[in-house]
């Protein structure tokens, strides 16, 4: 086969050889680093994208050769702890994706070298905190507790503590968690008629997400009242952990397994029975959609869930599609600025975001497509915070230039890093950040 520039056909994806005894050794990963480092040395083309690039190329052309045979292979770990899993490079950039010869699947390579070295060494205490997403919120949420956790993550005595102890940036700002959790609160959905349509089911699970369950609930409840007013009857998922995607970024892949197994049963039964089941969070929809399916791709359960699995509005512009979406909007929301996080860019639907809050009359948006520079647990560690908001300074100058009533992000913690980029960037513009679907029950006047 004739090795060529570029590639015209659509990118495919591999399944994960995670079992392969093969996958962990260190020589045969070396290698394959080398080979892609090659690759992406002689091409270039996603230097913008995150630090992981920039930390390749300056190893090789400050090495003696300025060739990667220069690189000491003690040095590409510098570029594995950069990645963060964005997917961008592999959807959104790189020429050489499979089906091209040269089979280059960077974020999935960086991946197995996290495994691998997660195998050898484990966690921190820091990188196991941050990652058990759904443990810390259970316990930062029990009466009491919510409100030392809160004042202790607003204290700048105590963020001085945890960055020294724990590594969690002082200047990062942290969430703020809820007093309540949604699955407590989230009320039970009138018996609406099932209107399935052409392209949609008539019926909606939702995977609250550890995010909605126990920081924003009110993201939750603004999407049950999207459907309840459209009368599309949902239910919540009967049991539900962290959907694995903080542990993947670790290259926890034997706990990611072990929260598959909680999640997929009773999610894979829901699929089954005509659902279709959403998230408020796109990171945790990309995982069901993509990353799951690549992991265990033998698993029919999972696939079953993929195949019912859709980003919100996705899920609304298809409804319209179907004849059966309401767009009575009766609020205008002046000017917004929206950010399309990365999660959600590479899941391949388009920008179904901007195409529903264009529908809404007296609207101005601004739409912004780049790295918030947040990342899932990056953007919060003291050795990366940095690099994080140099990432996400340019989003935040376009979030900010055209004076928006609303600040917004499917991605709830690029939401929080982008206001706190334009905070910092000068006088306040007296903007709200305000989730999407937040902005559809404004507008809908609910």
């Not at 962990?24 to 083309?45: M, N, P, S, T, W």
């Not at 690039?53 to 090789?60: A, E, H, I, K, Y």
């Not at 004849?323 to 391949?348: A, E, M, W």
């Not at 918030?372 to 990432?391: C, L, P, Q, R, W």
């Amino acid at each position: 086969m004739t090795e060529r520039e570029g590639n015209l056909q659509a990118p495919t994806r591999h399944p994960l050889d995670w079992r392969n005894p093969e996958f962990y050794d260190g020589d045969a990963i070396d290698k394959e680093l080398e080979r892609v480092f090659d690759i992406c040395h002689g091409c270039r083309r996603c230097v913008s994208l995150c630090q992981s690039f920039p930390t390749l190329f300056d190893l090789v052309d400050n090495s003696s050769t300025m060739e990667i045979d220069g690189v000491a292979k003690a040095d590409y770990a510098k570029v594995v702890d950069q990645c963060y899993l964005c997917d961008l490079c592999y959807m959104t950039k790189c020429p050489y994706v499979p089906p091209h010869p040269w089979n280059v699947d960077f974020p999935h390579l960086m991946l197995r070298a996290k495994a691998a070295q997660f195998r050898r060494r484990g966690a921190s205490l820091r990188d196991r905190v941050l990652s058990s997403t759904d443990r810390v919120g259970r316990l930062a949420t029990i009466p009491v507790v919510v409100e030392v956790v809160n004042k202790a993550n607003a204290s700048p005595a105590m963020r001085k503590l945890m960055d020294r102890t724990l590594g969690i940036a002082s200047a990062a700002v942290l969430p703020t968690y809820a007093r309540t959790r949604f699955r407590e609160t989230v009320p039970k959905s009138v018996a609406f008629p099932v209107r399935d349509g052409a392209r949609t089911p008539g019926k909606v699970a939702i995977f609250a997400t550890c995010y909605v369950n126990h920081v924003e609930p009110a993201i939750g409840d603004d999407l049950v009242a999207i459907l309840a007013h459209n009368e599309v009857p949902y239910t919540i998922a009967e049991k539900e952990a962290c959907c694995g995607m903080p542990k993947l970024e670790l290259g926890d892949l034997g706990t990611v397994e072990r929260l598959k197994d909680v999640n997929i049963p009773p999610l894979a039964a829901l699929a089954r029975a005509g659902y279709a089941i959403l998230t408020c969070v796109p990171s945790c929809t990309l995982m069901f959609k993509h990353e799951l399916p690549l992991i265990f791709p033998g698993d029919d359960d999972v696939k079953a869930v993929a195949d019912a699995m859709f980003d919100p509005f996705e899920y609304l512009v298809l409804r319209d599609k179907d004849g059966l979406l309401r767009k009575d909007f009766k609020t205008p929301l002046g000017k917004v600025s929206y950010h399309i996080p990365c999660h959600s860019r590479v899941q391949n639907i388009g920008q179904k975001t901007r195409e529903v809050l264009e529908w809404i009359p007296d609207t101005t948006l601004n739409t912004v497509e780049r790295c918030a520079g947040h990342d899932g647990t990056y953007g919060v560690k003291s050795e990366f915070y940095e690099n994080s908001m140099k990432i996400g300074k340019p989003v935040f100058n376009r979030m900010a230039e055209s004076e928006p009533d609303y600040v917004a992000s499917d991605c709830p913690i690029a939401g929080r890093r982008i206001m706190q980029g334009i905070e910092e960037s000068g006088p306040g513009s007296g903007a709200r950040k305000a989730h999407p679907l937040t902005l559809i029950r404004i507008a809908y006047g609910l």
